[in-house]
Protein backbone atom coordinates (compact mmCIF):
# COMPACT_ATOMS: atom_id res chain seq x y z
CA UNK A 1 0.00 0.00 0.00
CA UNK A 2 1.08 3.56 -1.34
CA UNK A 3 1.84 5.98 1.51
CA UNK A 4 2.05 9.66 0.96
CA UNK A 5 5.18 11.37 2.48
CA UNK A 6 4.78 14.10 4.61
CA UNK A 7 0.87 14.14 3.75
CA UNK A 8 -0.55 16.18 6.36
CA UNK A 9 2.89 18.35 6.44
CA UNK A 10 1.98 19.37 3.19
CA UNK A 11 -1.77 20.42 3.30
CA UNK A 12 -1.06 22.48 6.44
CA UNK A 13 1.64 23.87 4.66
CA UNK A 14 -0.31 24.65 1.35
CA UNK A 15 -2.98 26.32 3.33
CA UNK A 16 -5.95 24.88 1.70
CA UNK A 17 -9.28 26.78 0.99
CA UNK A 18 -12.42 25.76 -0.58
CA UNK A 19 -12.66 26.76 -4.13
CA UNK A 20 -8.77 27.51 -4.50
CA UNK A 21 -6.57 26.27 -7.07
CA UNK A 22 -3.75 24.47 -6.66
CA UNK A 23 -0.71 22.66 -8.93
CA UNK A 24 0.57 19.10 -7.63
CA UNK A 25 3.51 19.09 -9.87
CA UNK A 26 4.28 15.62 -9.27
CA UNK A 27 1.45 13.49 -9.23
CA UNK A 28 2.62 10.33 -8.50
CA UNK A 29 0.10 7.91 -6.53
CA UNK A 30 -1.94 10.96 -6.45
CA UNK A 31 -2.23 11.15 -2.60
CA UNK A 32 -1.81 14.71 -2.36
CA UNK A 33 -4.04 16.11 -5.00
CA UNK A 34 -6.58 13.76 -3.48
CA UNK A 35 -6.03 15.73 -0.23
CA UNK A 36 -6.19 18.90 -1.69
CA UNK A 37 -8.95 17.46 -3.50
CA UNK A 38 -10.78 16.38 0.28
CA UNK A 39 -9.99 20.05 1.85
CA UNK A 40 -11.99 22.11 -0.98
CA UNK A 41 -9.05 23.23 -3.30
CA UNK A 42 -9.09 22.43 -6.90
CA UNK A 43 -5.86 20.64 -8.41
CA UNK A 44 -3.82 20.54 -12.02
CA UNK A 45 -2.02 17.95 -11.38
CA UNK A 46 1.19 16.61 -13.69
CA UNK A 47 3.18 13.89 -14.44
CA UNK A 48 6.00 12.54 -16.70
CA UNK A 49 5.25 8.92 -16.21
CA UNK A 50 2.03 7.41 -18.43
CA UNK A 51 1.16 5.15 -16.44
CA UNK A 52 0.69 7.58 -13.40
CA UNK A 53 -1.37 9.69 -15.45
CA UNK A 54 -4.17 6.90 -16.52
CA UNK A 55 -4.25 5.94 -13.00
CA UNK A 56 -5.32 9.64 -11.86
CA UNK A 57 -8.07 9.68 -14.61
CA UNK A 58 -9.20 6.78 -13.56
CA UNK A 59 -9.77 8.39 -10.28
CA UNK A 60 -10.86 11.63 -11.83
CA UNK A 61 -8.64 13.42 -11.20
CA UNK A 62 -6.87 16.07 -13.53
CA UNK A 63 -3.84 14.57 -14.44
CA UNK A 64 -1.80 16.10 -17.62
CA UNK A 65 1.26 14.19 -19.04
CA UNK A 66 4.20 16.33 -19.39
CA UNK A 67 7.21 17.47 -17.37
CA UNK A 68 7.31 19.68 -14.53
CA UNK A 69 9.85 22.23 -16.26
CA UNK A 70 7.01 22.99 -18.27
CA UNK A 71 5.19 23.89 -15.50
CA UNK A 72 4.42 27.35 -17.04
CA UNK A 73 3.33 25.95 -20.49
CA UNK A 74 0.89 23.65 -19.20
CA UNK A 75 -0.63 25.98 -16.69
CA UNK A 76 -1.56 28.49 -19.19
CA UNK A 77 -2.96 25.89 -21.67
CA UNK A 78 -5.30 24.68 -19.01
CA UNK A 79 -5.97 28.81 -18.10
CA UNK A 80 -4.19 29.06 -15.11
CA UNK A 81 -2.87 32.56 -15.14
CA UNK A 82 -1.89 32.33 -11.11
CA UNK A 83 -2.56 29.70 -8.57
CA UNK A 84 -2.74 29.95 -4.81
CA UNK A 85 -0.02 26.95 -4.00
CA UNK A 86 2.05 24.10 -5.80
CA UNK A 87 3.70 20.78 -4.52
CA UNK A 88 6.22 18.94 -5.59
CA UNK A 89 7.12 15.67 -4.39
CA UNK A 90 11.08 14.50 -5.78
CA UNK A 91 11.77 11.04 -6.45
CA UNK A 92 10.40 7.74 -7.45
CA UNK A 93 6.97 5.72 -5.98
CA UNK A 94 7.32 2.36 -4.80
CA UNK A 95 5.11 1.54 -7.92
CA UNK A 96 7.23 2.85 -10.49
CA UNK A 97 10.69 0.98 -8.25
CA UNK A 98 8.83 -2.20 -8.42
CA UNK A 99 6.66 -2.20 -11.65
CA UNK A 100 7.46 0.08 -14.45
CA UNK A 101 9.37 -2.40 -16.15
CA UNK A 102 11.90 0.57 -16.88
CA UNK A 103 15.02 -0.84 -15.09
CA UNK A 104 15.03 2.06 -12.05
CA UNK A 105 15.40 -1.21 -9.54
CA UNK A 106 18.64 -3.03 -9.72
CA UNK A 107 16.74 -6.40 -8.49
CA UNK A 108 15.68 -7.23 -12.11
CA UNK A 109 18.31 -8.12 -14.17
CA UNK A 110 16.25 -8.81 -17.20
CA UNK A 111 14.28 -5.52 -17.40
CA UNK A 112 15.23 -3.24 -19.97
CA UNK A 113 18.12 0.00 -19.03
CA UNK A 114 15.42 2.55 -19.89
CA UNK A 115 15.08 4.91 -16.44
CA UNK A 116 13.04 7.58 -18.37
CA UNK A 117 10.67 9.47 -16.03
CA UNK A 118 8.51 10.05 -19.55
CA UNK A 119 8.80 8.46 -23.16
CA UNK A 120 11.41 11.18 -24.53
CA UNK A 121 15.26 11.41 -25.11
CA UNK A 122 17.31 8.61 -24.92
CA UNK A 123 17.31 5.78 -22.38
CA UNK A 124 20.34 5.24 -19.71
CA UNK A 125 21.34 2.41 -21.73
CA UNK A 126 21.86 4.28 -25.13
CA UNK A 127 23.54 7.64 -22.34
CA UNK A 128 25.96 4.55 -21.27
CA UNK A 129 26.67 3.51 -24.72
CA UNK A 130 27.69 7.18 -25.96
CA UNK A 131 28.34 9.84 -23.34
CA UNK A 132 32.06 11.29 -23.40
CA UNK A 133 34.27 9.94 -21.13
CA UNK A 134 34.88 13.03 -18.54
CA UNK A 135 31.21 13.61 -18.68
CA UNK A 136 30.01 9.76 -17.87
CA UNK A 137 32.68 10.27 -14.96
CA UNK A 138 31.75 13.41 -13.55
CA UNK A 139 28.14 12.81 -13.27
CA UNK A 140 28.64 9.31 -11.84
CA UNK A 141 31.07 10.74 -9.42
CA UNK A 142 29.00 14.11 -8.45
CA UNK A 143 25.56 12.25 -7.89
CA UNK A 144 26.31 8.67 -6.29
CA UNK A 145 28.85 9.97 -4.02
CA UNK A 146 29.92 6.59 -4.64
CA UNK A 147 33.81 5.92 -3.41
CA UNK A 148 34.55 2.99 -6.46
CA UNK A 149 32.36 5.30 -8.50
CA UNK A 150 35.63 6.10 -10.72
CA UNK A 151 36.53 2.73 -11.22
CA UNK A 152 33.01 1.83 -12.07
CA UNK A 153 32.60 4.68 -14.44
CA UNK A 154 35.99 3.56 -15.95
CA UNK A 155 34.81 -0.08 -16.19
CA UNK A 156 31.58 1.63 -18.00
CA UNK A 157 33.27 2.78 -21.20
CA UNK A 158 35.55 -0.60 -21.18
CA UNK A 159 32.87 -2.84 -21.30
CA UNK A 160 30.85 -0.73 -23.65
CA UNK A 161 33.50 -1.03 -26.53
CA UNK A 162 32.66 -4.99 -26.30
CA UNK A 163 29.00 -5.16 -25.53
CA UNK A 164 26.34 -1.58 -25.82
CA UNK A 165 24.69 -1.92 -22.29
CA UNK A 166 21.15 -2.93 -22.54
CA UNK A 167 19.43 -4.16 -19.25
CA UNK A 168 19.64 -3.81 -15.86
CA UNK A 169 21.99 -6.96 -15.20
CA UNK A 170 24.64 -5.54 -17.89
CA UNK A 171 24.94 -2.53 -15.24
CA UNK A 172 25.15 -4.14 -12.18
CA UNK A 173 28.21 -7.10 -13.83
CA UNK A 174 30.31 -4.17 -14.20
CA UNK A 175 29.52 -2.97 -10.48
CA UNK A 176 30.11 -6.44 -9.30
CA UNK A 177 33.81 -6.77 -11.36
CA UNK A 178 34.83 -3.60 -9.27
CA UNK A 179 32.99 -3.72 -5.56
CA UNK A 180 34.96 -6.44 -3.91
CA UNK A 181 32.35 -9.12 -2.76
CA UNK A 182 32.47 -8.64 1.25
CA UNK A 183 31.37 -5.67 0.49
CA UNK A 184 27.48 -4.78 0.71
CA UNK A 185 26.72 -4.62 -3.40
CA UNK A 186 23.17 -3.50 -2.82
CA UNK A 187 23.96 -0.23 -1.48
CA UNK A 188 26.64 0.48 -4.19
CA UNK A 189 24.11 -0.46 -7.24
CA UNK A 190 21.59 1.74 -5.34
CA UNK A 191 24.05 4.67 -5.53
CA UNK A 192 24.79 3.99 -8.83
CA UNK A 193 21.43 3.30 -10.18
CA UNK A 194 20.38 6.87 -8.86
CA UNK A 195 23.28 8.61 -10.51
CA UNK A 196 22.62 6.96 -13.84
CA UNK A 197 18.73 8.20 -13.56
CA UNK A 198 19.69 11.22 -12.53
CA UNK A 199 22.09 11.95 -15.70
CA UNK A 200 19.29 10.40 -18.25
CA UNK A 201 16.53 12.17 -16.52
CA UNK A 202 18.84 15.97 -16.43
CA UNK A 203 16.78 15.88 -12.84
CA UNK A 204 18.61 18.92 -11.15
CA UNK A 205 18.75 20.80 -14.55
CA UNK A 206 14.59 20.22 -14.74
CA UNK A 207 14.06 21.03 -10.83
CA UNK A 208 15.88 24.15 -11.31
CA UNK A 209 13.58 25.10 -14.38
CA UNK A 210 10.45 24.01 -12.34
CA UNK A 211 10.97 25.57 -9.45
CA UNK A 212 11.87 28.97 -11.51
CA UNK A 213 8.32 28.38 -13.31
CA UNK A 214 6.56 27.88 -9.75
Not at 17 to 34: F, L, N, V, W
Not at 80 to 92: A, P
Not at 103 to 109: A, L, P, R, T
Not at 161 to 178: C, E, S, Y
Request: no cysteine; charged share 25%.
Amino acid sequence: MHTTVFLQESIQALNISPGKTYIDATYGEGGHTQAIIDNGGTVLAIDADKNQVAKGLERNHKVIQGLFKDIVAIAHEHNLESVDGILFDFGLSMEQLSKSGKGFSYKNNQEPLDMRLGEEGETAAELLNVLQGEELISGIMKYSEEKYSIDIAKRILGHRRKKPFATVGDLKRVIDQIVPEEEPRHKVYARIFQAVRIITNSELEQIQQALDGA
